[in-house]
């Protein structure tokens, strides 16, 4: 075992200080201080897992551009000790920075992970630190890296897509995927779910892919498996970030992941955000808190803008969030950086509110009585605000 660890070890090594991130779609990202030796993840990480699909041209040949065709917002929470995932629906509804209001996954098309990721920030108020991008053969090399996955496919599903080049045709029932056939599981879309039955089907998929890792005998297979992951895959996460996140996560192996997917309902060609079911979701899976404890802790709003309306407007964002006292004042001294001061003693509300904001510094206090967060409105605030649109269901 301690040979085979080593082995192993040492080709996760090797493999992860090859991964490349491809030419312009470079995201730069401040490093966060989530980190400590040995390899430990001391405070928590979010992830975007974006999954692309292939465009074709009217002779088929395959187009420099895609949309994705798979979003997963992916938290590894040390203070809880766990890993949750949140599906988005490649249909969803979203304004995307630059484009106004149309599909999440058009994202990807106009402006790759770095305007996916501000779109899906946008959208969900909850601060990615980083992301990982799989080609469209992804999910089938790594699944045919562990020998396949054992599904039991809920129905019959034969579907031939001629344009983008592939077969699905498989039948009801328990039994043993390799890697062509899961993918073609989880792209089949065509019935009265549609979209969301195939998130459904993406995150079962996932849980086999995970149940299947855990079997002591997959270690064999880990050199194939690091290959095909760096063949395929493009990530900011450095290989000692990825390890770090490979060890919590076989920490937390005892404990189930958790899997959402964001709420909502059917519209015309759209899967429509639940606004106030997102925003309960969200504060209690990525932030620790429920919004009855949000409501409860009083906000501060110090309009150094230099104009009345930014601080308004400012106020209505944080009480969108699930704040529910929020006062504002105008500070008569302009100043140049938005800063939000935390005193709540809860890890990641400035983040919350910095998300909304679009730019802010957060700072750490010790708590010395109300308000519990104090926001510094200054100029930089204005400039972010002034061409955004407002979230649907969001206060005017």
Sequence with gaps: ???????????????????????????????????????????????????????????????????ADTLALVTFDSERRRIAVLSIPRDTRAQIPGHGETKVNAAYAYGGPALTIRTVERLTDIKIDAYVKLGPESFGKFIDAIG?????????????????????????????????????????????????????????????????????????????????????????????????????????RDRPMEMQTLP?????????????????????????????????????????????????RVAARISALGFRSVKVRTVSTPVDITTIVDRTGRKGLGKMVAVALGRAVVKREQAVGAPSITVVVARDAARTLSGSIPRRNDPE
């Design 148 to 252: 396949g996955i054992d599904i039991d496919v809920e129905k019959d599903m034969k579907y031939t897509d001629s344009w983008a080049g592939y077969t699905i045709n498989l039948k009801k029932g328990f039994q043993h995927l390799n890697g062509s056939q899961a993918t073609g599981y989880i792209r089949f879309r065509h019935d009265e779910m549609g979209d969301i039955g195939r998130v459904d089907r993406q995150r079962k998929v996932l849980a086999a892919l995970l149940k299947k890792l855990k079997d002591p005998s997959t270690i064999l297979a880990a050199p194939h498996l690091l290959q095909a992951f760096a063949q395929h895959t493009t990530t900011n996460l450095t290989s000692y970030e990825l390890m770090a996140l490979g060890m919590f996560a076989l920490r937390t």
């Design 264 to 312: 909502g309902t059917f519209a015309p060609s759209y899967w429509e955000p639940d606004t106030p079911k997102v925003r309960a979701l969200v504060a209690d899976v990525f932030y620790n808190v429920t919004l009855d404890e949000l409501a409860t802790i009083q906000v501060e709003v110090l309009n150094a803008s230099g104009n009345a309306a930014v601080g308004q």
């Design 1 to 67: 075992m301690l040979l085979a660890g080593g082995v192993v070890l040492g080709t996760y090594l090797y493999v992860l200080s090859h991964i490349a991130l491809s030419s312009g779609e470079t995201v730069p990202r401040k490093r966060a201080d989530v980190y400590a030796f040995p390899i430990r993840l001391v405070d928590r990480l979010n992830v975007l897992i974006i999954g692309v699909d292939v465009t074709l041209d009217s002779k088929r040949r395959v187009l420099n551009v895609a949309r």
